[in-house]
């Protein structure tokens, strides 16, 4: 019976000590949401755009297709140069 007892104990020790660790984690998490937030309210000033509407994954996604258009644009470059 102690035995049982002493193993209950533990359990509740780890599950105690998980929820904190998680509790601990979502609030890291919590400020690194607004932090997100924070830049992309920056980011949507820098740009003139309207803050309410502006969207990270759309300004990535233009940015990445530049870059990908930019990439191939020297590469056409470089095969017309030979």
């Not at 193993?7 to 998980?18: A, E, F």
């Not at 309410?52 to 300004?59: P, R």
């Not at 990535?60 to 140069?81: D, H, Q």
């Amino acid at each position: 019976m102690v035995l049982i007892e002493q193993m209950g104990l533990g359990l509740c020790v780890t599950r105690d000590s998980y929820a904190q660790t998680a509790a601990d984690e979502l609030r890291e998490l919590q400020r690194d949401m607004s932090d997100v937030e924070r830049l992309r309210s920056e980011l949507a000033l820098y740009f003139c755009d309207d803050e309410a509407t502006f969207k990270l994954d759309d300004c990535i996604k233009t940015f990445s297709a530049f870059f990908a258009s930019f990439a191939k644009a020297i590469e056409v470059g470089m095969n017309v140069n030979e």
